[in-house]
């Protein structure tokens, strides 16, 4: 089994023909909602390919949340350990875009925000038949850092994708995690240069280390991914595509990471797993939508 702990959103987009400056009220073109969440995503990332999954997390008791909850259902996502909050609303992420794609976006965590010990007993009762834990920082940094203190005396291995990042992270959480997996963006944030491609990944995964972290996957967009786990490191190479939207492809990375670690695949393997789904995400538009099905992914491995 494979748990995801994190957070859990819904965008509300709306599509304009300019971004509305203050006070400025912009008549769009059309409206569509988009279940999302890193951990959402990401644990339907794994539910698409087959795989038994638990998504812990706190939703509100307005509409949004049953669609919410009731999404993760359909994608196969056991929902046993997502509390749905009495006092507050969902998360949810405001969004315009242009016709340029450019965006602005206003966040309200909600619910997010108040995950706390519920989710974390919800979380300690899965680790004995947890293989791989998947963490992100949507959620309060306190409740990450106790889910991580609680399963280290579990045999899982613990994924942490360190996003969204504020600044940098407090040192002790780098031992408690086994993988880190940012992008250039995240790993800039962490080690306070800029991380764009192979050269400067080393740089960064060097730097990790020294902090305490033990591996460090960085992906690298359409140049795929960096690992370093301390003794060796190595690039993993893309799968050439042609894509069309990046939104959710690390997310699709991490799922298919933690799903070729579960089933017992070397490092190595599971990044180009990662890899796989990754590529396969960017060349569907959305995010929940565009994150590969077994099938698909199975076949574009095998090439
Ligand atoms: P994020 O979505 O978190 O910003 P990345 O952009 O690094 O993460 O993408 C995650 C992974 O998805 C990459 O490591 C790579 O495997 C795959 N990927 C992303 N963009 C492309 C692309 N243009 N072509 C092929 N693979 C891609």
Redesign the pocket.
């Given at each position: 089994t494979i748990v995801v702990f994190g957070s859990i959103n819904l965008d509300l987009v709306v599509e304009v023909p300019h971004l509305p400056v203050r006070g400025e009220t912009v008549v769009g073109n059309r409206f569509f909602s988009a279940t999302g969440g890193k951990a959402a995503n990401q644990a339907v990332a794994v539910a698409k390919l087959g795989v038994p999954v638990y998504s812990i997390g706190r939703v509100g008791s307005d509409n949004f949340g049953k669609v919410l909850l009731e999404n993760l259902q359909k994608a196969g996502v056991d929902t046993r350990g997502v509390t749905i909050d009495p006092d507050t609303h969902s998360g949810v992420a405001s969004i315009v875009i242009d016709e340029y794609g450019d965006n602005a976006i206003a966040c309200a965590a909600g619910a997010n925000n108040l995950v706390r010990e519920q989710e974390l007993s919800d979380f300690q009762a899965l680790l004995p038949q947890a293989k791989v834990i998947l963490m992100e920082l949507g959620i309060p940094l306190a409740t990450v850092m106790e889910a991580l203190k609680r399963a280290q005396d579990s045999n899982c291995t613990i994924i942490l994708?360190p996003?969204p990042v504020k600044s940098k992270l407090p040192d002790e959480i780098y031992q408690m995690v086994d993988i880190i997996t940012?992008?250039?963006?995240?790993a800039s944030q962490l080690v306070g240069f800029t991380v764009d491609g192979i050269t400067t990944a080393r740089q960064a995964a060097f730097f990790l280390h020294q902090m305490g972290a033990k591996t460090v996957i960085?992906?690298?967009?359409?140049?795929?991914?960096f690992c370093s786990t301390g003794e060796e490191s190595y690039w993993?190479r893309?799968?050439?595509?042609?894509?069309i939207d990046?939104?959710?492809?690390?997310?699709?990375?991490?799922g298919a990471l933690a799903v070729a670690l579960a089933e017992g695949k070397s490092l190595k393997e599971a990044i180009q797993w990662?890899?796989?789904?990754?590529?396969l995400?960017?060349t569907k538009r959305g995010a929940q939508s565009s994150l590969p099905h077994k099938e698909s992914f199975l076949q574009l491995l095998a090439q």
């Open positions: 994708d996003a940012p992008n250039e963006i995240e960085i992906t690298l967009g359409s140049q795929g991914a993993v893309p799968i050439p595509v042609k894509a990046t939104v959710a492809a690390g997310d699709a990375f991490n990662g890899n796989v789904a990754g590529a995400t960017v």
